[in-house]
């Protein structure tokens, strides 16, 4: 496992609110050791940073793509920047 730490800054679009989401997207972060957090937005996508080791955060980036089971994806737009020492995932409101 990679030690590097990244950051991914991602916006997920389709179906992705009310749909446990944000919950199932804390619980796989915390399985792959990730920090950040993740949250909706306004315009019906949810946002969510990841930062960790890279090969962790890829997997969580790779995860979004399908996301909780009742989620229909569309979109998933990545960003990466310099970590910024998250600690621990939560759910933002």
């Known amino acids: 496992m990679s030690e590097e730490r ?15 989401y944000r919950a199932n997207t804390r619980d796989t972060a915390d399985e792959h050791g990730v920090d950040g957090w993740v949250r909706n937005l306004d315009d019906g ?11 962790a955060v890829a997997a969580m980036v790779e995860w979004c793509h399908e996301g909780s089971p ?24």
Do not use: L
């Open 6 to 20: 990244t950051r991914a800054h991602v916006f997920v679009t389709g179906r992705v609110q009310g749909v446990y």
């Open 45 to 55: 996508r949810v946002e969510a940073v990841f930062e960790g080791p890279e090969d």
């Open 70 to 93: 009742a989620a229909n994806v569309e979109d998933v737009a990545v960003e990466y920047e310099e970590p910024r020492g998250e600690e621990g995932f939560r759910i933002r409101r």
